[in-house]
């Protein structure tokens, strides 16, 4: 009786499911089957033994990984630039949406929209060439610097200057589009609620703060739940081309890192044990900051 249910049920929705397909075979081959190279953390690879002949060590990589000095390096690098991102880029997405969604003149707000939306499209070594045309040490930042004050600054090899460009670069390249489903969810907002704040005698940011911003909050609670859960990942492409041998106290990552040791010098088995490490420690971000959403009454993600 169950298995005649379930089969009716199956021929009412087979359109959905063939819809979910592509998306369910994509997880499948490129995000669950190489899984299983996970086992590769826990063995000396060896490509000419192959995976499952290779010999068992264990935790030996993971033991060496947390007693080196990079590991706390590493760390503090994907920590801080994490929490920069959470800080800065997130809180500047919501602000940015919300501004856009304030204007009134609907010819203005498409274009402003269309111009915000541009950098998403670039790739990051055009984003990288932008960055050091204007910052390098011959950019236009520098030229101004030198005809005016007579000095020059050291913006792509500098510690101190590593962090803020990162920043500005994922805000002018990615926040426009980041504030899509912000303005979605402000779409969703009943304009009656306006209206009656208006009567009430309600300004402009009366309205944001009491009406906007509680509208759009469990959108926000969702996005940085998501957004925990890659608190780990920065963007490698971003950090390799910014990244050079004179930053590399403060660019270096996990993902760099993993890059650096795995493709480099070849060294598998210990690039899949930082990698899983992230991997576990985002699990960890997402179950907890979940957990914690649903304390304070919020929908989780799960």
Known sequence: MLRNARFSRFRQLWPFYLLAAPGLIYFIVFHYVPMSGLVLAFKDYSPFRGMWNSPWVGLDHFKQFFSTPDFYML?????????????????????????????????????SQTIVYLPHFLSWVVISGITISFFGPSGVINYYLEQWFGTSAAFMVSNEWFRPLVIFQSIWKDAGWGTIIFLA?????????????????????????????????????????????????????Q????????????????????????????????????????????????????????????????
């Open 75 to 111: 760390l503090k690098n994907t920590l801080v630039l994490s929490l920069l991102n959470l800080i800065v880029y997130f809180p500047f997405t919501i602000l940015f949406a919300i501004m856009l969604n304030e204007i009134r003149l609907e010819l203005f707000k498409r274009i």
């Open 185 to 237: 969810a402000l779409a969703g907002i009943n304009p009656e609620l306006y209206e009656a704040a208006k009567v009430d005698g309600a300004n402009r940011f009366q309205n944001i703060w009491h009406i906007t911003l509680p509208g759009i909050k469990s959108t926000i609670v969702i996005l940085l739940l998501l957004r925990l859960g890659s608190s780990l990942d920065t963007n490698f492409m």
């Open 239 to 302: 950090i390799f081309l910014m990244s050079n041998g004179l930053n590399l106290e403060v660019s270096n990552v996990f993902d760099l890192f993993v890059y650096n040791v795995g493709l480099e010098q070849f060294n598998y088995s210990y690039a899949i044990t930082v990698g899983m490490f992230k991997s576990v420690v985002s699990l960890i971000l997402v179950v907890a900051a979940n957990y914690a959403a649903r304390l304070l009454g919020e929908d989780g993600i799960f």
